[in-house]
């Protein structure tokens, strides 16, 4: 279990306990007296997908072919299933149905800072391409300038850029959820080794909805990698079934850690190993 067990997770709930002077045994057979959640965070119902997908390469046709992929996998499939305007989808204006291709960074102009945006009014995520452990986007990454807004703008969007933008700080002195997301998944490198499950209101380690139902918040997860992750440049489109598999999945009620399970299970084009999930790992479509 990574982060610890989740009652002893400062993070998101702080747990008093009362014990008797003399004996030291506890007052309450164990367990919490009172449980405090530790984050402000105002009642929200989730609705809003991001779908968003960016170049591996500088190859015209590889281009070409991931958001093919998006556009099939993910968008044909959530496309009306998700509440909200333009079919629950964002950014406005793409990621329609039976489309020519989902929503690409530096497509007619798109850029990190039109994703920002569209992320501000949504709950869900979904994005492929090249990753890292605190950002994502076409890259390359210039490590002298993390928050640069030439970055933001043409390279990537960094975890500083998502926190700020939705203002989660769940680390910070003054802990504060502003816009949490339900579901998260960054088809990149490295996308769960650092600070972005956090920066979408996701607590890093794995916990049960039993965690979030208790702290009377809902429930989210968020699924990434570890490590870096091979794209099969010779045959894209052969992971279509496997990221196909997994949304609609969700939409059949699996839960995360099913959905997960089985598309590392795939024949084929599988989900890589190091794919791990943050949060309500049991969580399902119909989970408070």
């Known amino acids: 279990m990574r982060g610890g067990a989740p009652l002893m997770d400062p ?103 039109a994703l920002l945006n569209a992320m501000k009014t949504c709950n869900f995520f979904y994005y492929f391409g090249h990753g890292s452990k605190n950002s994502f986007g076409i890259g390359p990454w210039d490590a002298s300038l993390p928050n640069s807004i030439a970055n933001i703008w043409w390279n990537d969007i960094t975890t500083f850029w998502v926190g700020q933008t939705l203002h989660d700080w769940p ?35 794995q916990f049960s909805t039993n965690f979030f139902i208790d702290a009377g918040v809902p429930c989210r997860a968020f699924v990434g990698f570890n490590d870096p992750v091979t794209i099969n440049l010779a045959a894209i489109d052969a992971y279509e079934p496997t990221l196909q598999l997994f949304w609609t999945s969700w939409l059949q009620n699996r839960s995360v850690h099913e959905i997960v399970t089985n598309c590392q299970a795939q024949p084929n084009y599988r989900l890589p190993s190091s794919a791990v999930i943050d949060g309500a790992t049991d969580m399902f479509i119909g989970s408070p």
């Open 11 to 113: 993070t998101f709930r702080l747990d008093y306990y009362l014990f008797n002077p003399l004996t030291g045994l506890s007052l309450t057979g164990g367990k919490p007296a009172a449980s405090q959640w530790r984050i402000g965070e105002a009642p929200w119902t989730p609705s809003g997908m991001v779908v968003a997908c960016a170049p591996i390469d500088n190859n015209s046709a590889h281009t070409i072919e991931v958001g093919t992929l998006v556009e099939d996998a993910v968008v044909n499939v959530m496309y009306g299933n998700v509440n909200g305007a333009n079919g629950g989808l964002q950014p406005t204006g793409f990621n329609a149905p039976n489309g020519q291709s989902a929503w690409q960074w530096n497509t007619s102009g798109q850029n990190g800072s």
């Open 171 to 205: 680390t910070a002195n003054f802990p504060t959820n502003s816009h949490p997301y339900r579901l998260v998944f960054i088809d990149g490198c490295e996308s769960a080794g650092g600070g972005l499950p956090a920066a979408f209101g996701i607590p890093t380690g």
